[in-house]
């Protein structure tokens, strides 16, 4: 008697790595919850405050990053779907927590820099460990629909909801309590860094309720009336889309600003290199397409707007090209973490942009039956179904087909597809046969045989999917950056910087 085998789409490294990183993200998220409940207690936030929050909620959303990009990289290799984002409530789960932690990070520079936003920070401090709770007992309880839904126990949701409604609930007393006995803190113009970073907590927090609505709609639903629906990518791709749109054109415009009052116009000019750049995509985008989607231009433009503003905080940073370039190449060496961690996480969340465009307007899928010896035209390239073999592993057998690839002519790869059926409980999988490059993947997936003896093939060309991953290690990097930063080693100040000194910076 062998027993019950591990689901088979499991029995793999990405899914080794993917659940204790989101995990350790809760985990942070958990400290940087326990760093506000003292506060509310203590009746005292101050930068030395935000000195200690900040790093721990770096660390937790480090790792939630890397650990969203390592479930979505797995999902897009292992699961033979040709896609990398489904919108699924587990994904989602572990997507808002990111986003309010993401605002909280920001937030908390405010109350170090200068003393505003304080109670603003705490409640994001909460709310981002109640999000990791509520993502815990949507994964375990079983009381949404989800093709994530691999190990789930009602019991513990039960649990994990009894500590939700005690840590989260009291927490928010707590909050309602204290809260009006802090002090606001310090003052600042609409256009200024403090308001930038005030757009975007905003955008990020509507962007983490958007998600939110739509993730358990379906339950509050389903308990009001019994029907039950579900809310696909419709719903998230407009209504996400439409909130992040606006965050991202804020996004380089914030580090040209100064802190308490800034010049719009002065950080504008500052950026005429990003806003050509930018316009220069746009139009190569559109005199190439030929009635293609209009967002195509907009979304790429973007993607280089974001990417090119951070290349520029980083040259004003260091000076570049106003000093000689021994100088300012000392001057890079000799830059905080926190200032490369910024050009980093900005710049990467420009090449991911770019990957999300490209990869949703201009995917080319193929679903057709082959035989041996015949060809289909997937992109620029053509692939040959030169025949299958059988196949024994070490707990599965199955089917394995191999497939040429050329390009005009020439040979490129050879890609290998396998039906796989794991023993003992007959499970089938897809294992897909993949060409990548920088400029997009080649994806093979063997199906079933129909009842001509031909099989069903779906291939797919997924241009510039991998600017997706890549953007997401630059974002990790700048987050490990930013924590390697010295000054978070070495204690928090007694009093808040001065404003001549956080513009040196």
């Not at 379906?218 to 996400?240: H, M």
């Not at 139009?283 to 907009?298: C, E, F, K, M, T």
């Not at 040259?315 to 890079?332: M, N, T």
């Amino acid at each position: 008697f062998e027993g019950n085998d591990l689901n088979p789409v499991l029995q793999d490294i990405g899914l080794a790595v993917h659940p204790p990183l989101l995990y350790l993200g809760y985990v942070g998220c958990s400290i940087s919850f326990a760093f506000a409940v003292a506060a509310l207690i203590d009746g005292r936030i101050d930068a030395a405050w935000a000195r200690w929050v900040r790093p721990w909620t770096l660390a937790a959303w480090m790792f939630l990053t890397i650990g969203i990009a390592m479930g979505s990289w797995w999902a897009y290799y292992e699961l033979g779907w040709g896609g990398w984002w489904f919108w699924d409530p587990v994904e989602n789960a572990s997507f808002m927590p990111w986003l309010v932690a993401t605002a909280l990070l920001h937030s908390a520079i405010v109350v170090e820099k200068r003393n505003a936003l304080k109670i603003w920070t705490v409640l994001l401090s909460i709310l981002a460990f109640s999000l990791s709770l509520i993502g815990t007992f949507l994964v375990r309880s079983g009381v949404l629909t989800s093709v994530h839904a691999f190990a789930v126990d009602p019991a513990r949701g039960v649990f994990v909801l009894g500590i939700l409604c005690v840590f989260i609930g009291g927490a928010l007393a707590l909050f309602a309590w204290r809260a009006p006995a802090i002090k606001a803190g310090g003052v600042f113009a609409p256009v200024s860094r403090e308001g930038a970073l005030v757009v975007n907590n905003l955008l990020l927090c509507v962007a983490a309720l958007s998600v939110f609505i739509g993730t358990l709609y379906p339950l509050a639903l389903e308990t009001l009336t019994n029907e039950k629906i579900s809310v696909g990518a419709p719903y998230f791709n407009l209504t996400f889309g439409s909130i992040m749109l606006p965050l991202l054109l804020f996004v380089p415009v914030g580090p040209m600003l100064s802190w308490k009052r800034g010049d719009m116009a002065g950080a504008l000019r500052r950026l005429w290199i990003a806003l050509t750049v930018a316009a220069a995509v746009a139009l190569v985008i559109l005199s190439a397409q030929v009635r293609g989607p209009w967002l195509a231009p907009v979304g790429m433009a973007l993607g280089a707007w974001l990417a090119t503003g951070a290349l520029l905080d980083l040259a004003g940073k260091i000076a570049f090209s106003k000093v000689p370039l021994r100088i300012s190449l000392a001057r890079l060496a000799g830059l905080p973490g926190s200032s490369l961690g910024v050009v980093f996480a900005h710049g990467g969340l420009g090449i991911m942009v770019m990957g999300i465009i490209a990869i949703s307007l201009w995917k080319t899928e193929v679903i057709v039956a082959m035989e041996p010896g015949e060809t289909a035209e997937v992109g620029a390239y053509t692939v040959t179904f030169q025949g299958e073999a059988p196949l024994t592993g070490p707990n599965y057998t199955g089917r394995t087909g191999r497939f040429l690839v050329t390009r005009d002519g020439r040979e490129v790869t050879t890609l290998i597809s396998e039906k796989r059926e794991f023993k003992p409980s007959g499970t089938p999988t897809t294992e897909v046969g993949l060409h990548q490059t920088i400029a997009g993947d080649l994806y093979v997936v063997m199906g079933d045989q129909t009842a001509t003896g031909a099989r069903a093939m779906r291939m797919y060309f997924n241009p510039l999917v991998n600017l997706i991953w890549i953007g997401a290690l630059m974002m990790f990097a700048g987050g490990a950056f930013s924590l390697a930063d010295r000054r978070y080693r070495v204690g928090a100040p007694k009093r808040v910087a001065s404003t001549e000194a956080v513009a040196a910076e």
